[in-house]
């Protein structure tokens, strides 16, 4: 007996996209829901944040010098920019984990919403989260740290995270479909995206330091232009105008990645339901 | 339980599925479907395991019929229900519901159901109030009428207002159970899909959620799949009832149609729906369990 194909992609009706866009809501509430109920993580994790960006700047104030101050700040932005970049990653690549783990996603993915609304909420929630975690770290560095931002743009350093979030958005969702191939260890696998993608972005150092190969690979990676952008705006200033070499890189990366993400968690997600990994146990 | 409360609640997408349905008579069309599961080894890609889980299953479910499929543990009666839920791609055969294939018309087929299964499957931390918005905002529900549906639905399966706010993990299992069908409910699903939902639970509970799925049937138009290994709910509650084994339907019929086929096979004793199970199968529903738990 032949099998039907499946649906074509089309061009939704205005009906349907308004109900998309109120079931990607679905995610964000619920994934505040979660933040409420699991709120002992969340100040352990804050804890976390904020005592490995103390240790790095200190790092930093113990080099000395004359730089002292530039060296503290510039450490400072690497940790900060990378915890929000890795709670915007986290985030995404962990959605569905943590619907195995509580043996939701069954339910989830039989709800009549496209894989695009899924993944735009839980995005859109990613980022919104990152950002208040973000000002609650710097909130609690200030405290400690003097450090003059006198010189800073804050509406260029906004364009850099807001369309840096968006690059990044497409890798946490190629990274969102490991677990749904390697049932018991594709966590361990997005961590070692993260790992690598600390590594060769220059988050603590510039990428200039790094073997040729390893600069190539920081090419192709959004935090370095994320981290390149941010120093550029609140270290050096630099006027929004003077930014595009940066945005325009990580819009491409952005425009390149979410598609090819969605892409991707199609065809496994097809996978994943020809092979019955979709239940919880794999 | 509170049926007037139950019948109160407006099916939201009952409109939607009334407009197009290209089969209005026949719910559910399964037309010789087989799945197989293949485990192989990560290296050598050498088959290690190969099991059956459905061997060409074919039946069709009439509109608001209330249909059971009879089977023990690894018969694949979740399997079955997973092709349906399109959370399965069969490896052959087709699946229709209302008239709309299950791959071609995947969107459309998602709005016309729901499931629930042997386990609740919620966010635990979360509380029932919680669950439900967030699987009710999924199908489009959204606004002050729904957490007023809500309280009103699990109120009128016994769940004490102060207990809809509480994290679910805190609530015994028949009360989780019971969210799990409001949950499907909430969304009008036109095909409800059972998979052992009243498993585990205390009698009252357990007739709770029968007495609730043949209002549901009744009130609200909906056609019921009840996967089950417990012969009375099945004689109780379906109409008809498939009896599969190791992946495999081996009879169709009435509980009534059943045991007169058996009874005349056998000579004209008079025989239990459980004596039928044993006859065709070959095995007690019990031996299947302890089986199931040896593998």
Same mark, same amino acid.
């Given at each position: 007996?032949?099998?039907?194909?499946?649906?074509?992609?089309?061009?939704?009706?205005?009906?349907?996209?308004?109900?998309?866009?109120?079931?990607?809501?679905?995610?964000?509430?619920?994934?505040?829901?979660?933040?409420?109920?699991?709120?002992?993580?969340?100040?352990?994790?804050?804890?976390?944040?904020?005592?490995?960006?103390?240790?790095?700047?200190?790092?930093?104030?113990?080099?000395?010098?004359?730089?002292?101050?530039?060296?503290?700040?510039?450490?400072?932005?690497?940790?900060?920019?990378?915890?929000?970049?890795?709670?915007?990653?986290?985030?995404?690549?962990?959605?569905?984990?943590?619907?195995?783990?509580?043996?939701?996603?069954?339910?989830?993915?039989?709800?009549?919403?496209?894989?695009?609304?899924?993944?735009?909420?839980?995005?859109?929630?990613?980022?919104?989260?990152?950002?208040?975690?973000?000002?609650?770290?710097?909130?609690?560095?200030?405290?400690?740290?003097?450090?003059?931002?006198?010189?800073?743009?804050?509406?260029?350093?906004?364009?850099?995270?807001?369309?840096?979030?968006?690059?990044?958005?497409?890798?946490?969702?190629?990274?969102?479909?490991?677990?749904?191939?390697?049932?018991?260890?594709?966590?361990?696998?997005?961590?070692?995206?993260?790992?690598?993608?600390?590594?060769?972005?220059?988050?603590?150092?510039?990428?200039?330091?790094?073997?040729?190969?390893?600069?190539?690979?920081?090419?192709?990676?959004?935090?370095?232009?994320?981290?390149?952008?941010?120093?550029?705006?609140?270290?050096?200033?630099?006027?929004?105008?003077?930014?595009?070499?940066?945005?325009?890189?990580?819009?491409?990366?952005?425009?390149?990645?979410?598609?090819?993400?969605?892409?991707?968690?199609?065809?496994?997600?097809?996978?994943?339901?020809?092979?019955?990994?979709?239940?919880?146990?794999? | 339980?509170?049926?007037?409360?139950?019948?109160?609640?407006?099916?939201?997408?009952?409109?939607?599925?009334?407009?197009?349905?290209?089969?209005?008579?026949?719910?559910?069309?399964?037309?010789?479907?087989?799945?197989?599961?293949?485990?192989?080894?990560?290296?050598?890609?050498?088959?290690?395991?190969?099991? !059956?889980?459905?061997?060409?299953?074919?039946?069709?479910?009439?509109?608001?019929?209330?249909?059971?499929?009879?089977?023990?543990?690894?018969?694949?009666?979740?399997?079955?229900?997973?092709? /349906?839920?399109?959370?399965?791609?069969?490896?052959?055969?087709?699946?229709?519901?209302?008239?709309?294939?299950?791959?071609?018309?995947?969107?459309?087929?998602?709005?016309?159901?729901?499931?629930?299964?042997?386990?609740?499957?919620?966010?635990?931390?979360?509380?029932?109030?919680?669950?439900?918005?967030?699987?009710?905002?999924?199908?489009? #529900?959204?606004?002050?009428?729904?957490?007023?549906?809500?309280?009103?639905?699990?109120?009128?399966?016994?769940?004490?207002?102060? #207990?809809?706010?509480?994290?679910?993990?805190?609530?015994?299992?028949?009360?989780?159970?019971?969210?799990?069908?409001?949950?499907?409910?909430?969304?009008?699903?036109?095909?409800?899909?059972?998979?052992?939902?009243?498993?585990?639970?205390?009698?009252?509970?357990?007739?709770?959620?029968?007495?609730?799925?043949?209002?549901?049937?009744?009130? !609200?138009?909906?056609?019921?799949?009840?996967?089950?290994?417990? /012969?009375?709910?099945?004689? #109780?509650?379906?109409?008809?009832?498939?009896?599969?084994?190791?992946?495999?339907?081996?009879?169709?019929?009435?509980?009534?149609?059943?045991?007169? #086929?058996?009874?005349?096979?056998?000579?004209?004793?008079?025989?239990?729906?459980?004596?039928?199970?044993?006859?065709?199968?070959?095995?007690?529903?019990?031996?299947?369990?302890?089986?199931?738990?040896?593998?």
């Amino acid at each position: 007996m032949e099998q039907a194909k499946p649906t074509r992609w089309r061009l939704p009706a205005r009906r349907d996209v308004w109900r998309e866009i109120r079931a990607s809501y679905a995610f964000i509430e619920r994934n505040f829901f979660l933040v409420r109920r699991y709120w002992g993580w969340e100040i352990a994790f804050l804890i976390y944040n904020i005592t490995s960006s103390l240790s790095v700047m200190y790092i930093g104030k113990a080099q000395g010098g004359s730089n002292t101050q530039d060296l503290i700040l510039y450490l400072g932005i690497g940790t900060v920019v990378w915890a929000y970049l890795r709670a915007v990653f986290s985030n995404i690549s962990e959605m569905i984990v943590w619907e195995r783990w509580e043996g939701t996603i069954e339910y989830t993915m039989m709800a009549p919403i496209s894989r695009l609304t899924h993944m735009l909420g839980v995005a859109l929630f990613s980022i919104v989260y990152g950002i208040m975690r973000t000002a609650l770290l710097l909130f609690a560095l200030f405290f400690f740290f003097n450090v003059d931002l006198s010189q800073a743009n804050a509406a260029g350093a906004l364009a850099i995270i807001l369309v840096g979030s968006l690059s990044f958005v497409g890798v946490g969702i190629m990274a969102a479909v490991l677990p749904l191939l390697f049932t018991e260890r594709g966590e361990e696998m997005t961590f070692i995206i993260s790992s690598l993608l600390l590594l060769v972005s220059g988050v603590y150092y510039p990428i200039s330091v790094l073997p040729g190969w390893m600069q190539a690979a920081a090419r192709i990676s959004p935090a370095t232009y994320v981290l390149e952008g941010m120093r550029a705006t609140i270290l050096d200033g630099k006027s929004t105008g003077q930014l595009w070499h940066y945005l325009i890189p990580m819009a491409i990366i952005g425009a390149l990645t979410i598609p090819l993400g969605m892409a991707v968690f199609n065809t496994v997600e097809r996978y994943a339901k020809r092979t019955g990994r979709l239940k919880r146990s794999g | 339980m509170n049926s007037r409360a139950f019948a109160e609640i407006e099916p939201i997408s009952r409109q939607q599925v009334e407009e197009t349905p290209p089969d209005a008579a026949v719910a559910l069309f399964v037309d010789d479907v087989s799945k197989c599961f293949v485990r192989k080894s990560l290296i050598s890609r050498k088959t290690l395991q190969t099991t !059956h889980a459905l061997q060409n299953v074919s039946l069709t479910v009439g509109r608001n019929e209330i249909f059971g499929i009879l089977g023990g543990n690894g018969s694949g009666k979740s399997t079955l229900i997973r092709v /349906m839920s399109t959370l399965l791609i069969p490896d052959s055969g087709r699946v229709k519901v209302f008239g709309y294939d299950i791959r071609a018309d995947e969107s459309a087929v998602k709005r016309l159901i729901n499931r629930v299964s042997v386990e609740a499957s919620f966010f635990k931390k979360l509380s029932a109030m919680e669950n439900l918005l967030y699987s009710s905002r999924l199908y489009g #529900r959204s606004g002050a009428s729904l957490r007023r549906d809500i309280v009103n639905i699990l109120g009128s399966m016994g769940i004490e207002p102060e #207990r809809i706010n509480q994290p679910l993990e805190q609530l015994s299992r028949g009360m989780q159970q019971k969210v799990a069908i409001a949950r499907a409910f909430l969304t009008s699903p036109v095909l409800l899909l059972l998979d052992e939902p009243t498993t585990g639970l205390d009698p009252r509970s357990k007739r709770d959620v029968q007495d609730f799925v043949r209002q549901l049937r009744d009130q !609200h138009d909906a056609t019921i799949l009840l996967c089950s290994h417990d /012969m009375d709910e099945a004689e #109780r509650l379906c109409d008809r009832i498939a009896v599969l084994d190791q992946g495999k339907v081996v009879a169709i019929d009435s509980a009534q149609g059943l045991k007169d #086929r058996v009874s005349a096979e056998l000579g004209g004793v008079e025989v239990t729906l459980e004596d039928v199970f044993i006859h065709l199968t070959g095995r007690a529903l019990g031996e299947d369990d302890a089986e199931a738990e040896v593998a």
